[in-house]
């Protein structure tokens, strides 16, 4: 496959980063001299990607789809504080609510934005099924807001599994633009059922801890939530069907681990 050259993929750096800005935002010889000198890199979702580096931010742009894949922008963040005037810490419920007290933008309009924003950068949004996760809204990170919203591609009817594709994206909450953007696109689709079943799998991931239950130093928590993914081989041409399994064991300390199954064979493939 040839691969986009530094100018073709310059120039979807610059068609990204001027969306929601306008054409007379930035002369496209200035966007040039901040993103000169890009590095290579490679992605093993991606393939090879150059990466642009500047004053108005990061770009990294896979050269085979020319999607690009990660865009962290230079805007000075929202900044909420984490201690009162007390020098008590600040619960995050107090400093999402003044988040949203500073915010330009409400909730429903930045969702609506980043929707718009996902639907324009990438060319799966719309034609396949890419569901919205459940955390999306005002996020803290340190001392620093944002809105964030995400969504991940879910295999359609006649699909058991699909890679599970990600899109988010991050709306400054002062500017109403977008701040940060990450992508995959990565098509790997499997239509044959699993010879493994889901409750065999479900059975094979406890066992990986089973000294530990059995020792009583751990219990499980809820019950293990197990579904399909494919894990994609290096030539990201063809996939692995994998019965990817969450536990939560309580014991001392409570932790999520996870196990991945061949759904063919039932190899343990990672433990985690």
């Not at 200035?30 to 108005?56: K, N």
């Not at 865009?71 to 419920?93: E, F, I, K, M, N």
């Not at 699909?159 to 953007?181: K, Q």
């Amino acid at each position: 496959m040839e691969l986009l050259d530094e100018q073709a993929c310059r120039e979807r750096a610059f068609a990204l980063w001027l969306d929601g800005r306008g054409e007379a935002a930035l002369d496209r010889a200035v966007f040039e001299f901040c993103t000169r000198d890009p590095e290579e890199a490679d992605s093993p979702i991606d393939g090879p990607t150059l990466v642009f580096s500047g004053e108005l931010g990061t770009f990294e742009v896979a050269r085979e789809s020319g999607l690009v894949v990660d865009y962290a922008g230079s805007l000075a963040p929202l900044r909420v504080p984490q201690w009162g005037p007390d020098d008590a810490p600040l619960s995050d419920s107090e400093r999402l609510r003044q988040a949203a007290d500073a915010a330009e933008f409400g909730l429903e309009e930045a969702r609506q934005l980043a929707e718009d924003y996902a639907a324009r950068h990438h060319s799966g949004f719309r034609a396949r099924n890419f569901q919205p996760q459940p955390d999306g809204g005002m996020r803290l990170l340190g001392d620093e807001a944002s809105y964030s919203f995400a969504w991940c591609e879910e295999a359609r009817d006649g699909e058991v599994a699909v890679f599970p594709n990600t899109i988010s994206v991050e709306v400054h909450p002062l500017e109403g633009v977008v701040s940060a953007y990450t992508a995959s696109n990565l098509v790997l689709v499997e239509r044959q059922p699993a010879e493994v079943p889901e409750e065999q799998a479900r059975k094979d991931a406890i066992a990986c801890f089973q000294a530990s239950l059995d020792a009583g130093s751990v219990r499980l928590g809820s019950e293990p939530l197990a579904g399909l993914t494919i894990l994609p081989a290096a030539d990201r041409l063809s996939g692995r069907l994998a019965w990817s399994v969450r536990l939560e064991l309580v014991g001392k300390t409570h932790s999520l681990r996870s196990v991945l199954l061949d759904a063919r064979s039932g190899e343990l493939l990672r433990k985690s």
